[in-house]
């Protein structure tokens, strides 16, 4: 059972910058995994804002393409969100996911995911 633990919310001004960690346990090495960052504001239906797959390969939203970076450390069996270039619109809970990848396959839709973080707040004031 894959296990997710992200951190590194907190409150910046516009323009500034935050970066969340996910670190995950219980993975095994048969099987490869798609990871990816959501967010859900008050009121709003829950949105992925990044994915990584297996092969180190990202996929952005519109809204925070250019803004923001995925990356994982296999090594470290950790995910990251570096979001850069802030705006009040950032703010959210956030949290990391993972899927099961098959055949290079990563799907965006939070259904697809079947492991989740608890969460961390993102607050952006301008």
């Known amino acids: 059972q894959v296990q997710l633990v992200d951190s590194g919310g907190g409150s910046a001004q516009a323009g500034g910058s935050l970066r969340l960690s996910c670190a995950a346990s219980?993975?095994?090495?048969?099987?490869?995994?798609?990871m990816g960052w959501f967010r859900q504001a008050p009121g709003k239906e829950r949105e992925e804002v990044a994915n990584?797959?297996?092969?180190?390969?990202?996929r952005y939203a519109d809204s925070v393409q250019g803004r923001f970076t995925v990356s994982q450390d296999n090594a470290k069996n950790a995910l990251y969100l570096q979001m850069d270039n802030l705006k009040p619109e950032d703010t959210a809970m956030y949290y990391c996911?993972?899927?099961?990848?098959?055949?290079?396959?990563?799907?965006?839709?939070?259904?697809?995911?079947?492991?989740w973080g608890q969460g961390t707040q993102v607050t952006v004031s301008s």
């Open positions: 990584i797959r297996s092969d180190g390969s990202p």
């Open positions: 219980g993975k095994t090495n048969e099987q490869k995994y798609c």
């Open positions: 996911a993972a899927q099961d990848e098959y055949d290079g396959n990563c799907y965006n839709s939070r259904h697809a995911y079947s492991y």
